[in-house]
């Protein structure tokens, strides 16, 4: 059977890094697990979830986002990381989400900075959010640096070696997935 992943970008822009990191997590990933992946890419309905909030109603476009992520059997969510935190946009999507729509739902963490100084956000801003869901933030996260792509791709060896390992300890807490 096959595990649903559904992964959120929170770029305001694409193409982009973070389009690049989730689709390296995910082709990390599938190997190990039969996967059907699934892209809530944010930035196009940007407006869409500024209108929910503010009064405007829900778009069928930020209903299929939230319905897709609230079926995920595994949820990948990246965002780039702004002045120590999230972007606005991952945000605004995240304050349109039920609180008990991801209770147990297995959720990896991954951010791109431009260098070390914001790696903590995974565990400062990234776990809170994902903890107050009731969701389940996987033991290792992903942090990429703007050194670590070139042309908006993966390069080096830091950076999937560093995916290597949260997927390896990820695997053990998939649903339906037995670890060899």
Do not use: C, N, W
């Amino acid at each position: 059977m096959s595990l649903r992943v559904v992964a959120v970008s929170g770029s305001l822009r694409s193409p982009s890094t973070t389009a690049a990191l989730i689709d390296g997590i995910l082709d990390e990933l599938s190997p190990h697990v039969d996967i059907v992946r699934e892209i809530v890419d944010l930035h196009p309905i940007a407006g869409d979830l500024a209108a929910a909030l503010t009064g405007g109603g829900k778009t069928d476009a930020v209903t299929a986002a939230l319905d897709a992520i609230a079926g995920a059997d595994l949820l990948v969510v990246a965002t780039p990381i702004y002045r120590g935190s999230y972007t606005g946009l991952f945000k605004e999507f995240f304050d349109l989400v039920p609180q008990d729509a991801l209770a147990g739902t297995p959720v990896l963490l991954a951010a791109g900075g431009g260098d070390d100084q914001h790696s903590l956000a995974i565990d400062h801003q990234l776990r809170p959010l994902f903890a107050f869901f009731r969701a389940v933030s996987l033991p290792v996260g992903v942090y990429a640096r703007t050194a670590d792509f070139t042309d908006r791709r993966i390069s080096g060896e830091a950076l999937p070696a560093a995916i290597a390992r949260a997927v390896a300890a990820a695997l053990p807490a998939l649903p339906r997935v037995s670890v060899p």
